[in-house]
Structures are given as C-alpha cells and as structure tokens.
C-alpha cells in the first residue's frame, strides 16, 4: 500500500494523489495549478502507468480541472464523486474550456487542454455516491465519502483495505458557516491524510460573527459615501456565502439597500445550489432563491456602463484572487483608481496572485501598482482582507488528527511552511510525514 503526490505535495499545487491498493491504481483528485499556465499546470503524470479509478473530492479548480484532460487517457477508469457534487463539476468544466479557448484566441500559445465533447463524455464515467454509503472497488477495496463541510458536494474520501482504514480529507471546514454544516468524518482510521492550507498559526479564524460584523461596517461607509464596493469571491463556496450574506444585511438594515451584481458563473453556481443542495433547510434554501431573484442582478456581457458608472452598488465576483481578465481583475483595475470605492477580499490569497500583490501594495503605501501591462494609480485607500475561509483553521487541522486518532499522519496541500508548522506542532502525537511531489509513502 502507497500513496505518492502527483501534485499538493509541500504546496497548493495541482491536487492529485495516487493510491496503489493490492494493486489497484486509485487517484485522487485530479486539479490544475492555481497559478502556472497550459501544460505546466497539469499533476505530474509522467510516471503514472495506470489508472482503475479516479475520485474527486469537490469542485474547485485544483481538484478538479485537470480530470477531462486524465479521463481522456484513462477512459475505462470511472469517475466517482459525491452525487451533489457531479452537476457542479460538469458546470465548472465546461466553464473551463471556454477560460481556455478565450485564452487561446488570444495569445494562439495556451493550449485548449480539453474540449466540450470530453466533458460530455464524463457524464457516463462519473459514478454518482451517497455521503456514507460504502461502495465496493474489485470486491476488495471499501470506499465511502464524507461530508467535509468546505463547499456545496465536497467529500473526505475514505479508503478501507485489508482492515487498514485510509481517510483522504479533502479541503475541509469543522466549523458552521452560513450555507455549509461542517464535516462529519468517520470516528477513527489508521493513516489520515490531512490538508494544510492554514497551518500557519496567524492562521486562528475569527469568529464568523465578528468577521461580519466588521466587513459590513467597512461596506456601509463607503455605500453611505456613494462609493462602490468588489468583493472578489470563489464562482463555487464564497459566491453563495457572500450573497447570502449581503442579502440578509440589508434585510436587516446593516447596510443600506443598493444592488448587488454577479457574473454569470457565480449565478449559474448559486442556481444548482438552490436546486441541488440538501444539507440547508427547505426554508433557508427558498429564502435564498427568493431574495436572489429580486435583489441580486448578473452583470450584462457588455459591462462598459456598469465599470463606469458612479452608482452606489455590491460587486460580487470571480475570480477569488483576481485571476487575469476575469471580473473581479477588470472591476479591481478600475476602482483601485478611485478614492471613494473599496476592495475586499474575502479569503485565502496565494502569494503568488494579483490579490496579494495588491493586498500588499496597498499595506506598503505604494501609490502605483502594475496588473498585467498596464501601470496604474493607486488612489483608492479602502482595501481589507476579511477571514471567510471555507477551510479549517490552525487549531481545527490540530483537532481534527487528534479526533481521528490515526497511526500514520500525512500532510499534503499547503505551503511547506504551513505543513511543517503543522508537523512540528503534532511531532509526539503522530507518525507525521509530509511528501513531496513524486515521493512515495508506504502505508
Ligand atoms: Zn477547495
């Protein structure tokens, strides 16, 4: 029994594992590269020979978007993954190819790395399962998904050979937030494999409350100041959170009534929500799709008017971390330049990405910033990073091992930083190992 990274290893990278079990060839997950471009963002497959099955945790792009691409290659391997889970990632893949295309035309160097017709061909390889339902692999191989609170359809995937108990845990929250109850794992296992994003000890989450509370103090000043306000979010997770939130602020009159504008992808995300999700209440789901349809508008495909326009209002768009070209970039390059808008982020933001450099461009007091060719004036002084994470925090990735109290503790999917923090904190509680990519663990 081994486990080896072909990406997530000591890094957020493209997320996916492979498993060999009595010789079966199990991978999990199968992401892209937040940041790298094209090939380059692919898991490392060149040493893979063979694949029997693949199982998807959640739909987020590094989970995810690489699996029409491995499909391709491994036809016969079929695809399993959390029922609420399945019409979501064909949604976000399809969405994928068009990223790609419109990127292709573009610069003609990306390349399209998958087509419409391949996602297609994954409605009849994904095997849709029930949260703890166990499911048979060759007569030998148990497995089972749990819900790992996080997003909509997200699963810790558990594994059961020859009486060793293996829990994957997938991007996980232990905490309640507004639309998403938290995990509920399974009680014990013998080798757990842990994700790590915020295994940096800054990384406490602040009561969700408190968070809220400041956030839409900040929104309120700059509504009441006639300014505009972006809050760049996740299309799947922190778009639904977000909405859902403004929504019931000002029901509540917490902040003034203004419209709140999406793009597509996020309103397209929050519609399978309503429809597809079960674990929110009939009641909470029905509030949601009636305050949707009459407070929150999709922003027009020609968006001039809107980027220009010195009407109070709520942005909520994607991409997270202000991905190039997507809303969220275009809407940020434009107000940044303005004194009386505000930008907050929402979440987790990669050293690496646009929302960082501006995140910190602006704790600097620099007064210029470059976004992709362009040089722009700082002028806007309303930036903030508000803590909305859907993964678990430090004391939660402790807990969380400490709960499950397994024999062989393997941390994947974080900064190696974060992970070795992690590891040193835990060091005379567990066998603690943190892979590399490529690197094999025997279980
Ligand atoms: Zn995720």
Wanted: net charge negative; charged share 25%.
């Amino acid at each position: 029994m081994t486990f080896t990274p072909l990406g997530g290893g000591r890094e957020i990278g493209a997320n996916s594992y492979i498993f060999s079990l009595n010789g079966k060839k199990i991978l999990i997950d199968a992401g892209r590269h937040p940041v790298k471009e094209g090939y380059d963002s692919l898991p490392e497959l060149d040493m893979i020979d063979d694949i029997d099955v693949i199982i998807i945790s959640h739909s987020h792009y590094d989970h995810i978007s690489s699996l029409p691409y491995i499909s391709t290659i491994w036809p016969k391997a079929p695809v399993l993954m959390a029922q609420e889970n399945k019409g979501l990632a064909l949604r976000i893949l399809q969405n994928s190819v068009e990223v790609m295309k419109k990127k292709n035309e573009e610069d003609g160097e990306q390349p399209v790395l998958y087509n419409h017709g391949e996602v297609n061909e994954l409605k009849r390889r994904i095997f849709a399962m029930e949260y703890f339902q166990r499911y048979t692999i060759d007569d030998t191989i148990e497995v089972a998904l749990y819900p790992a609170g996080h997003v909509m359809g997200a699963a810790s995937i558990y594994l059961e050979y020859n009486g060793h108990r293996i829990l994957y845990s997938g991007d996980f929250s232990l905490s309640q937030q507004l639309t998403i109850p938290p995990a509920q794992p399974p009680l014990k296992v013998d080798t757990l494999i842990s994700e790590g994003t915020y295994g940096s000890k800054e990384n406490q989450l602040i009561a969700r409350f408190s968070e809220i509370e400041r956030l839409s103090k900040s929104i309120k000043r700059i509504l009441e100041n006639k300014g505009r306000v972006l809050l760049p979010v996740f299309a799947l997770g922190r778009g639904q959170e977000t909405i859902y939130m403004l929504m019931g602020l000002m029901e509540r009159g917490k902040i003034p009534t203004v419209p709140i504008y999406t793009n597509g992808m996020v309103a397209s995300i929050s519609n399978l929500y309503m429809n597809n999700y079960e674990r929110i209440s009939d009641k909470d789901r029905k509030w949601f799709m009636q305050n949707f349809l009459k407070m929150v508008t999709v922003a027009p495909k020609n968006i001039e008017r809107l980027l220009f326009s010195s009407e109070p209002a709520v942005f909520v768009f994607s991409a997270g971390m202000l991905a190039e070209e997507t809303l969220s970039y275009i809407f940020a390059r434009e107000m940044l330049q303005s004194e009386r808008d505000g930008i907050f982020f929402m979440g987790y933001q990669s050293p690496e990405s646009d929302g960082y450099r501006v995140l910190q461009a602006h704790k600097d007091g620099k007064k210029q910033i470059t976004l992709g060719e362009e040089t722009i004036n700082m002028r806007c002084e309303n930036i903030d990073i508000f803590n909305f994470s859907g993964h678990a925090d430090y004391q939660e990735l402790l807990e969380f091992p400490r709960r499950l109290e397994p024999e062989k503790l393997i941390y994947v999917h974080g900064d190696e930083a974060a992970l070795e923090n992690l590891a040193e904190e835990l060091q005379y509680e567990f066998q603690i190992e943190i892979p590399a990519n490529l690197q094999t663990v025997e279980l």
